[in-house]
Each structure stands twice: as C-alpha cells, then as structure tokens.
C-alpha cells in the first residue's frame, strides 16, 4: 500500500492547491490524506494510473473536493453511491474507464456538479431523471456508452 500524506497548512500563502499524482506501478492501492485549511480548495487528479477501482470508504474522506479526475484508469464496476456525498464536487472525470451498468440516481444529489464526463466506459441503461436536479450542471458526456432512453 502506498500512503501518501498532503498538508497545505504548511504553505500558508497558497490559495490552490492542486494534486497531480503518477503513481509507481504496480499499485494494489493507494490511500490519500489530504488536510486543508478551510478557505483552500483542492484538486484531485489521479488519471492514467492503471488504478483498478474505486473504494467507497475513502470518497467520504473527501467530502470538500471540488474537482476529482480518474479519467484514463482500469476502473471497473459500477459507480459507487458513495460518489454523491461530495457535497463540494464541481468536476468529476471518470471518462476511459471499464465502468459498467446504469447511472446511479444518486447522482441526482451532487447539487454543485457543472461538469459530469462519464465517457469511453462500459456504462447502460437510461440516464437518470434525477439529473433533472443538478441545476447547475452544463456539461454532461456520455458519449461511446450504451445509454438509452431519452434525455430527462
């Protein structure tokens, strides 16, 4: 396991932090820490990293992330639920993963999402009428899927 521990307090003057991680291969799993000050936002992208999934017991420890990018990885399964309790989240990239079935309607409760890319994944099924409820999403890819149904 690699642990990987971020602490932005240590750069005081630093209003972004932004975190691009090229993980060593091969890598069974990673855990990463990130503490923050209030006021800072932080970017989270682990993207082409061969990472194989996505554990729902770590997307609760990144509650305030406004921007996470795991495009480009061997992620299989389903989208976790877990993935709408990040209140914050502004940017989510999944795109050229191995996800597979439907959206979850969970998706619906990511009130601040503006960007969904879900593309070049395995995914099916209808989108979701919950999207209806993300006003503030404009941009939504679901290109080379095999969604159906109309658009809600």
């Known amino acids: 396991m690699h642990n990987l521990g971020i602490d932005s307090s240590r750069q005081p003057n630093v209003g972004l932090l932004v975190i691009s991680?090229?993980?060593?291969?091969?890598?069974?799993?990673?855990?990463?820490?990130?503490?923050?000050?209030?006021?800072?936002?932080?970017?989270?992208?682990?993207?082409?990293?061969?990472?194989?999934?996505?554990?729902?017991?770590?997307?609760?420890?990144?509650?305030?992330?406004?921007?996470?990018?795991?495009?480009?990885?061997?992620?299989?399964?389903?989208?976790?639920?877990?993935?709408?309790?990040?209140?914050?989240?502004?940017?989510?990239?999944?795109?050229?993963?191995q996800l597979v079935g439907s959206i979850p309607p969970s998706i619906g409760q990511m009130k601040s999402l503006r960007e969904l890319d879900l593309s070049f994944n395995k995914l099916s099924g209808p989108i979701p009428a919950t999207v209806v409820n993300i006003s503030l999403l404009s941009v939504l890819v679901l290109l080379n899927n095999q969604i159906n149904g109309s658009i809600p």
């Open 21 to 97: 991680l090229r993980i060593p291969r091969p890598m069974v799993l990673i855990r990463l820490t990130v503490t923050q000050k209030a006021k800072k936002k932080t970017y989270l992208g682990v993207s082409h990293n061969q990472i194989p999934r996505i554990v729902p017991s770590t997307i609760r420890s990144l509650s305030n992330l406004p921007s996470l990018e795991l495009n480009g990885n061997q992620i299989s399964g389903m989208i976790p639920n877990e993935l709408s309790q990040l209140s914050q989240l502004q940017y989510l990239e999944l795109e050229d993963n």
